[in-house]
């Protein structure tokens, strides 16, 4: 999952900030924005130099509630020219590097640093990061193991690594790339009490992916896009070490479109396709879920997931929008028992407010309802980052 820095508390600490007397008279001034005089961080972001304190709420309900703190720093993007591409917004996307550390209510947590990088004007992309983590989470099924309505407690305990780099083929909206993923952890089922004699089942688990990515962005921004089309694919082949020391292999392809449409000067449409598919002997914890608002994370898996979601905003001034989105997803243990899978449907509705106006940028919250629960969530950019 690609590091979000949650910005929308950054700005709640700007601010609050402002009230205090060691703030220089003109310090808010960089965050007015000249053209409407509303408040806005582009130029704070793209020239602010520094380490910044980045207070992070967690909503996340296979986690439960949490709180976390990051501190990060946004390197120099270069503004471009109007002409200089179809969906310039006038900035290239600004590099990113962040430390963090958060902890949960189901005394899970993590810690680990990254970093993001665009250059050479945005035909190099970089994701890396490493970290720590303790998670206490709930298998309820999936693959060839049986449903299990109340969920069955684990933790994963270990560190992880990713490194993806993406290079833009010519001067087109392709990217052509590698990632290589790590985990190691040592794993502990917590076992019900009706099962007697035995206290929790502990394994360590080593976990290595190597794949390619093929990537189309022709969105009109990478944080809250308006117009465009973005494609994804991916091609992995994972190898490791679980349970009784017993080795395995799995492949994984995962296909992902988010198409983006401006009916008109306030309104948009989003429309969201994600497939997941896998073969081999893939371990629990790493087979597809349904990952959409609405719906707890790991919640349904299965060998093969598809899913689809709709998103409407309505931007009843310049700055402040409301959207509503609504969508379906089916998991399978075979392609030809898809048919037969059940929905899960979820809604939802939340608001927007355009924080960079320079790097086109929304951020607000969301609350959405799926099969079992509502849930409160709290959106950087857009809530289809993955």
Excluded at 13 to 18: D, E, K, S, Y
Excluded at 60 to 80: Q, S, W
Aim: with cysteine.
């Amino acid at each position: 999952m690609p590091i979000r820095i949650p910005l929308f508390f950054l700005l709640i600490l700007i601010v609050g900030a402002h009230s205090t007397q060691c703030l220089a008279a003109g310090f808010m001034d960089r965050f007015v924005d000249p053209e409407d005089g509303m408040f806005d961080t582009s130029e704070w972001l793209l020239t602010h130099r520094g380490f910044l304190p980045v207070p992070m709420i967690i909503t996340e309900p296979a986690v439960d509630n949490g709180l976390g703190l990051g501190l990060a720093f946004f390197h120099e993007a270069k503004k471009t020219k109007p002409s200089e591409g179809e969906h310039s917004t006038g900035a290239l996307p600004p590099s990113i590097s962040a430390v963090f550390g958060a902890a949960t209510g189901n005394d899970s947590w993590f810690a680990g640093g990254g970093h993001w990088g665009s250059w050479k004007n945005d035909s190099i992309r970089y994701l890396g990061g490493a970290g720590l983590t303790s998670v206490n989470l709930k298998f309820y099924g999936g693959g060839d193991s049986p449903n299990l309505s109340k969920g069955l407690k684990y933790n994963l305990d270990g560190w992880f690594l990713i490194q993806r780099a993406s290079f833009r083929i010519s001067n087109t909206p392709y990217f052509l790339g590698g990632e290589v993923t790590y985990f190691d952890s040592s794993n502990t089922f917590d076992i019900p009490p009706n099962i007697t004699g035995i206290e929790s089942w502990e394994f360590d688990i080593k976990n290595l992916g190597l794949g390619f990515v093929l990537e189309y962005d022709g969105r009109d921004n990478i944080f809250t896009p308006t117009q465009g089309l973005k494609i994804d694919y991916k091609n992995k082949l994972y190898v490791g070490e679980g349970a009784l020391s017993r080795s395995y292999e799995y492949f994984m392809s995962e296909f992902s479109s988010l198409k983006y449409w401006k009916l008109s000067k306030d309104l948009n449409l989003g429309w969201r396709v994600e497939g997941d598919f896998s073969s081999g002997e893939v371990p629990f914890y790493a087979l597809p879920f349904i990952y959409m608002r609405g719906i707890p994370m790991m919640r349904y898996q299965g060998n093969h997931v598809a899913l689809t979601e709709l998103e409407g905003r309505w931007n009843f001034t310049p700055r402040w929008s409301m959207l509503g989105f609504t969508g379906v997803g089916r998991t399978a243990n075979s392609l030809s028992s898809f048919g037969s899978s059940t929905n899960r449907s979820t809604i939802g509705t939340g608001f927007r407010y355009l924080t960079a106006r320079q790097l086109g940028m929304h951020a607000g919250m969301d609350i959405a309802k799926g099969p079992e629960e509502w849930v409160f969530y709290i959106t950087i950019g857009s809530a289809w980052a993955r």
